[in-house]
Structures are given as C-alpha cells and as structure tokens.
C-alpha cells in the first residue's frame, strides 16, 4: 500500500529537525521515491516539510532572484517573515539564482508566496489602468 504523501513528509521532517539533513538521507529519500515512481511527487513533499519546520519554529524561505541578495535585503525579508510566523524561532533564506527575475525578489514559503518582482508590480500596475479605463 502507498504511503500518504503527509506521512513521508512528516518522517522527513521530524528526522531533519533531530539531526539535520545529510547526503545519506537524501540518497535514501531519492532511492524510495524512483522505487515507488513517486518522483513527481517530491515538490508537494517539500512543501510540507517545509510545513512541519514552520510548525516547529523553523521557516524556510526560497528567495529567487536574478542577483545575490544583499544583507539590508535579507533583513528586510526576515522582518516580513517574522510578521508572518510571529512563533519563528529561525528564518532560513534559500537563495536560488533565476534569470527570469528581472528585479525583486519572489518569496516561496509552505503555505504562501509573495511575489516582490519588477514583473509582478508591472502586473499589478496595468491591472489597475486597465480596470480604471474600462
């Protein structure tokens, strides 16, 4: 029988939070899902041990940008965070390189996303012309 996704991610988290992630249990997880033919899977099981960290006080952020993210950047992201997880005992900030980005930076949690790029305000900025003109 195939275990639910919920379960494979709450080992994985419950495992990480004790000791950490290594080369091993990765290897093991990657082995299990190619076994089962679960790989499609592993982005949704991400997310919730991304989940079971937050419940945890851990949160992990994904923060994709085309440039490094500058210190004055990162603080600014951890205060938005805080407000958002006000329980957070750590904020970890993943950084990923996206040539897409063309400025900003798009925030990807558990639960949420926050889309801060140039793209996404542009966006916004011409919805509300658009609407205004109709």
């Known amino acids: 029988m195939k275990a639910p996704r919920t379960r494979i991610a709450s080992t994985i988290a419950d495992k990480t939070l004790k000791s950490g992630s290594s080369k091993q249990l990765s290897q093991e997880i990657a082995a299990y899902l190619l076994s089962e033919r679960r790989v499609n899977e592993l982005d949704s099981i ?6 079971d960290w937050a419940k945890a006080g851990i949160v992990d952020v994904i923060a994709s940008s085309a440039f490094p993210i ?3 950047a990162k603080a600014d992201i951890t205060k938005q965070i805080k407000q958002l997880y006000p329980d957070a005992k750590q904020i970890i900030i993943t ?7 063309i400025g900003g ?30």
Do not use: S, W, Y
Request: hydrophobic content about 45%; proline content about 4%; overall charge negative.
């Open 95 to 101: 950084e990923v390189r996206d040539p897409e980005v």
């Open 70 to 72: 500058a210190p004055v």
């Open 46 to 51: 991400l997310r919730d041990v991304q989940g």
């Open 105 to 134: 930076v798009k925030l990807m949690l558990a639960d949420k996303q926050l889309d801060l790029t140039v793209e996404a305000q542009l966006n916004k900025f011409k919805q509300l012309t658009t609407v205004a003109e109709a």
